[in-house]
């Protein structure tokens, strides 16, 4: 299978990295505060080292961005796309949503993605033409075309009030039989699994994005921004199945 190297690379990276994030919070952590405020831990600085010097190591000639500051420049035309702990709070909280986000980027796009879920044990991932899967089994979004029967998901509804978009995503929602956040890594699964059939995003940096986007498009499932494109570095975004894409693009006024 193409990218089965990388692929198997990135999947143990990220057990690796998942497994000392646990043993580094059942030893005591003291989280620290970013300028955006969001949490940072000593285990997010320490799973990004591991996963860098894995990578440099397997992979000499490719880059690196990592969330953490994780900076290496490219030779091959590949990067390597990193976020060794998504979804610190919940991390720090023991709330069982957050992952590790692996992804590998070439000149056509997201070729490879892994996204793990440590607590619950779940592994998804996939490569470029050949499926998405969750441990072992391979995933499909959902058949369900009327928002009446659908499950939309909608990160960071903390800040609808007063933000551009908010209004459009009350409406939305309204039209959907179910609304969910759990966040952004949890949220896209679910819908690249067929357990959910939309996720707005609208707010996220290329590391939140690059592995769920090519694992979402592999099940079958459409990524946009917010301004019609499909870009990791777009600044926010839109998963869902194709059916219901007409329905997001209109209530949030994407071309």
Sequence with gaps: MAWEHELETAKRLAVKAGEQALRMR???????????????????????????EALAEEF??????AEEGGRRHSRSGRRWIVDPVDGTLDYVRSIPL???LIALEDQEGVAVGVCYLPEPGE????????????NGQRLRVSQVS????????VNALHKVDGAPWGARVISLMSRFRA????????????VASGRAEAWIEPQACEWDLAALKIIAEEAGALFFNFDGGSNICGGNCVIC???????????????
């Design 179 to 190: 609304v969910r956040c759990l966040g952004g890594c949890q949220d896209a699964m679910l």
């Design 60 to 65: 000499p000639e490719d880059g690196l961005l």
């Design 26 to 52: 059942r030893e005591g952590l003291e989280p620290e505060g970013k300028p955006d405020r969001s949490l940072v831990t000593a285990a997010d600085r320490a799973c990004e080292k591991l996963i860098a």
């Design 241 to 255: 199945v194709p059916a219901l894409a007409p329905v997001v693009r209109e209530a949030l006024a994407i071309p």
């Design 146 to 153: 009327d928002p009446a029967d659908a499950v939309l998901c």
């Design 123 to 134: 592994m998804y991932w996939a490569a470029r033409g050949g499926g998405a899967w969750r």
């Design 98 to 100: 957050w992952s590790v």
